[in-house]
């Protein structure tokens, strides 16, 4: 028997969802529904489903942001549900993952969970990593930072910069907070570089929009707003200046 966690921050498709499992899903005997992506990653760290249905648009984060903050290594098995068949679900085409249209279909249901049962966990696992190696980033552009137990929304406008330091990364913002999350800074860079930021070195991401000027003293290194200055590599140097219209 199967135990499911469903995940969507709309009572009726959740609902929909349950009833569906219920009627044509029978080896599914237990199923734990959450409207808020947060509650079901408390969830998660006490609890460890056979199935997760994941809403891919949700307010709070999307799919692709929760399994970031969950982990790959922990995630369980996930079956995506979404009401739009848009450029996301072209993704999980590629890589033949899962996902469900809403209002669910009950021969797409039962044949999801078949699946799900034939794929080996290091096939599921395989996919899953290649799809968040560049994952559809969110419409609205912003980005969920993780620290502890606590998860801030930052909009990508008012990031000035972002420091590496080991597995952690240090965002600072516009208004003057610094969020230290426990990721690799790697983790964040395509996202951001695809977004307007620049890597001036090997432990520092930059926001573009920010920078002021440069300063060639003791190496060289950039004045941003805020009066933040980060450091420039050698390695980097000439993608730098190239961005600045330098020589």
């Keep these: 028997m199967m135990n499911a966690l469903i995940v969507d921050n709309e009572f009726m498709p959740a609902e929909h969802l349950e009833r569906m499992i219920l009627r044509y899903c029978p080896q599914i005997e237990e199923r734990t529904i959450f409207q808020k992506p947060t509650e079901a990653l408390l969830f998660l760290r006490e609890n460890q489903p056979d199935v997760v249905f994941l809403d891919i648009e949700m307010p709070e984060m999307n799919a692709f942001e929760f399994i970031e903050i969950v982990g790959l290594e922990n995630m369980p098995p996930i079956i995506f549900?979404?009401?739009?068949?848009?450029?996301?679900?072209?993704?999980?085409?590629?890589?033949?993952?899962?996902?469900?249209?809403?209002?669910?279909?009950?021969?797409?249901?039962?044949?999801?969970?078949?699946?799900?049962?034939?794929?080996?966990?290091?096939?599921?696992?395989?996919?899953?990593?290649?799809?968040?190696?560049?994952?559809?980033?969110?419409?609205?552009g912003r980005l969920v930072l993780a620290n502890g137990q606590f998860y801030h929304f930052a909009q990508m406008d008012e990031i000035i910069r972002v420091e590496g330091n080991g597995s952690y990364s240090e965002f600072f913002l516009t208004d003057g907070?610094?969020?230290?999350?426990?990721?690799?800074?790697?983790?964040?860079?395509?996202?951001?570089?695809?977004?307007?930021?620049?890597?001036?070195?090997?432990?520092?991401?930059?926001?573009?929009?920010?920078?002021?000027?440069?300063?060639?003293?003791?190496?060289?290194?950039?004045?941003?707003?805020?009066?933040?200055?980060?450091?420039?590599?050698?390695?980097?140097?000439?993608?730098?200046?190239?961005?600045?219209?330098?020589?």
């Design 81 to 140: 549900t979404t009401a739009y068949s848009n450029y996301a679900v072209q993704a999980f085409k590629v890589q033949a993952l899962d996902y469900l249209l809403k209002p669910v279909d009950p021969d797409d249901l039962v044949a999801a969970v078949k699946r799900l049962e034939s794929v080996s966990p290091k096939e599921r696992e395989k996919k899953l990593t290649e799809l968040m190696l560049d994952p559809p980033a969110p419409e609205d």
């Design 177 to 247: 907070r610094k969020i230290m999350t426990s990721k690799h800074l790697k983790s964040y860079s395509q996202r951001l570089l695809d977004k307007g930021f620049v890597r001036t070195h090997q432990s520092h991401l930059v926001n573009a929009r920010f920078i002021e000027g440069f300063n060639k003293a003791d190496g060289g290194e950039l004045v941003l707003k805020e009066a933040h200055r980060v450091p420039i590599s050698t390695r980097l140097k000439s993608k730098v200046f190239e961005l600045l219209g330098l020589k």
